[in-house]
């Protein structure tokens, strides 16, 4: 899964907790990608990671938050977590845009089970 | 707004035959477009893209995918179905003058049938 690490890999928590899921990477790669994946909705974006210290929303990014304080690491942060947010949560790495490496990488995933 | 739709939720083929998955797509300008493969309690394997250039593009694994500007359609291919192709086949498009993120169909569960 291309110098990618989720952890952890499964999670089971209970409403209303706080859960921090960590992606590492070791390709140096510059863009930085959080997804859910969902039955009937494919993969959608939570948020992106362009740089260290540069996040911006994505299409479902309501209670969710994250922060990158060094290239390798991106953390997902729900901040209370709900039922609706049951789901496999996927990161992706990429090196550029708009060239021939622009191709995003994905990690094995992190199910998540909000009881 | 930038979108995707894989119409079918399901695709059988008997090995050895041909297979094809649709996708279409909707942007704003001209697409990047993509297709990745996912294996069971695997993250999602880039397969191919298109930028530019040739209409036909070759990817892994024998794969290819044919885009088509007046249909605004990016179909997967393969001449010669395998089992071990079965899988879940994503297409995804990304707006080359809007922002980095790429939309993603539903899906396509490949059952290749021995």
């Known amino acids: 899964d291309a110098g990618i690490t989720q952890s952890p890999r499964h999670k089971v928590t209970e409403t209303g907790t706080p859960v921090t899921l960590r992606c590492h990477q070791t390709?140096?790669?510059?863009?930085m990608y959080w997804y859910r994946q969902d039955p009937g909705h494919g993969l959608r974006l939570i948020h992106y990671s362009y740089g260290v210290k540069d996040t911006d929303k994505g299409e479902v990014s309501d209670g969710y938050s994250v922060s990158r304080s060094k290239t390798e690491d991106f953390l997902l942060t729900l901040e209370s977590a709900t039922s609706s947010q049951t789901s496999v949560y996927f990161c992706a790495i990429s090196e550029s845009l708009g060239t021939t490496k622009d191709i995003q990488y994905f990690g094995a995933g992190t199910r998540l089970s909000v009881l | 707004a930038q979108s995707v739709a894989q119409p079918e939720d399901q695709v059988n083929v008997a090995e050895g035959n041909p297979l094809t998955v649709k996708c279409t797509y909707s942007?704003?300008?001209?697409?990047?477009l993509f297709w990745y493969v996912q294996y069971p309690n695997r993250g999602l394997q880039f397969l191919l893209k298109y930028i530019t250039g040739d209409n036909l593009v070759k990817g892994s694994y024998g794969f290819e995918a044919e885009f088509n500007k007046s249909q605004t359609s990016f179909h997967l291919k393969k001449p010669s179905a395998l089992v071990s192709d079965s899988a879940l086949y994503f297409c995804?498009?990304?707006?080359?003058?809007?922002?980095?993120?790429?939309?993603f169909g539903t899906g396509t569960r490949l059952t290749v049938i021995p």
């Open positions: 390709e140096n790669h510059r863009y």
């Open positions: 995804a498009v990304r707006d080359k003058a809007g922002a980095n993120n790429l939309f």
């Open positions: 942007v704003s300008g001209n697409p990047y």
